[in-house]
């Protein structure tokens, strides 16, 4: 089955910097590589996804990448805010046959003011 | 807007108690999954189900089981409660449309085994 690993566990920043948290994956057969925020106290939500035929998407501040031959995606999060202090998780899986995602193990994200 | 309802935001259980955790999704999913959440860990799939009365395992079934009678519905049962099943447990559910995956999670429920 496959396997997500999730780096680093923590990060902070200062506000305005970027952060970056990145994730391998073991299955070269997995497509679709979705990024959740959990904040704290609240349930884990979609912010970004990426399917294995593009290479870079961007929606505002937030930008996933992947290496398809490296077999890892990466989430970048540029000038960043006190609201963006929550949990990131990524997550693999082959879209449209297998129904689970296999997620990783999270990273704690705290932005310093 | 998908809504994913779970019944109980806190339960505290004593050893050896049969636990029910209930989830309800409004949106005619055909896909809901049960997992739990603990610090270090991510999020772990416990089991999950694509259809009515249809089950599969995930990747630590051990000590649980489910039921799916109703499409809305997708329940958690932990038939007799260890101290290590204390945990955050998190119900999601997708649709099979559009050949994508995601997961749209309820709130959780903050499980306590003593």
Same mark, same amino acid.
């Given at each position: 089955?496959?396997?997500?690993?999730?780096?680093?566990?923590?990060?902070?920043?200062?506000?305005?910097?970027?952060?970056?948290?990145?994730?391998?994956?073991?299955?070269?057969?997995?497509?679709?590589?979705?990024?959740?925020?959990?904040? %704290?106290?609240?349930?884990?939500? !979609?912010?970004?996804?990426?399917?294995?035929?593009?290479?870079?998407?961007?929606?505002?501040?937030?930008?996933?990448?992947?290496?398809?031959?490296?077999?890892?995606?990466?989430?970048?999060?540029?000038?960043?805010?006190?609201?963006?202090?929550?949990?990131?998780?990524?997550?693999? *899986? !082959?879209?449209?046959?297998?129904?689970? %995602? *296999?997620?990783?193990?999270?990273?704690? !994200?705290?932005? !310093?003011? | &807007? /998908? =809504?994913?309802?779970?019944?109980?935001? #806190?339960? /505290? =259980?004593?050893?050896?108690?049969?636990?029910?955790?209930?989830? @309800?999704?409004?949106?005619?999913?055909?896909?809901?999954?049960? #997992?739990?959440? &603990?610090?270090?860990?991510?999020?772990?799939?416990?089991?999950?189900? #694509?259809?009515?009365?249809?089950?599969?395992?995930? &990747?630590?079934?051990?000590?649980?089981? @489910?039921?799916?009678? =109703?499409?809305?519905?997708?329940?958690?049962?932990?038939?007799?409660?260890?101290?290590?099943?204390?945990?955050?447990?998190?119900?999601?559910?997708?649709? /099979?449309?559009?050949? =994508?995956?995601?997961? #749209?999670?309820?709130?959780?429920?903050?499980?306590? /085994?003593?």
């Amino acid at each position: 089955g496959e396997n997500v690993e999730q780096h680093p566990s923590t990060l902070s920043v200062q506000e305005g910097d970027s952060a970056v948290i990145k994730c391998t994956y073991s299955d070269s057969a997995s497509n679709y590589f979705p990024w959740y925020k959990q904040e %704290l106290g609240k349930r884990p939500q !979609l912010i970004i996804d990426i399917r294995s035929n593009v290479g870079e998407k961007k929606d505002q501040r937030i930008a996933v990448t992947l290496n398809k031959t490296a077999k890892h995606f990466s989430l970048h999060i540029t000038e960043t805010q006190p609201e963006d202090s929550a949990v990131y998780f990524c997550a693999a *899986t !082959l879209s449209g046959s297998a129904r689970q %995602l *296999t997620f990783g193990s999270g990273t704690q !994200l705290t932005v !310093l003011p | &807007d /998908v =809504k994913v309802t779970q019944s109980s935001r #806190y339960l /505290v =259980k004593r050893t050896g108690e049969k636990v029910f955790l209930e989830c @309800v999704q409004d949106m005619d999913h055909e896909n809901m999954f049960w #997992y739990r959440q &603990d610090p270090g860990l991510g999020l772990r799939l416990i089991y999950f189900s #694509y259809d009515v009365k249809m089950k599969e395992k995930g &990747d630590i079934p051990e000590g649980y089981s @489910v039921s799916r009678e =109703k499409k809305e519905r997708f329940s958690l049962i932990l038939e007799s409660a260890s101290t290590n099943q204390t945990s955050m447990y998190l119900c999601a559910s997708s649709s /099979v449309e559009l050949a =994508k995956n995601i997961q #749209y999670f309820g709130a959780g429920t903050r499980l306590s /085994v003593l």
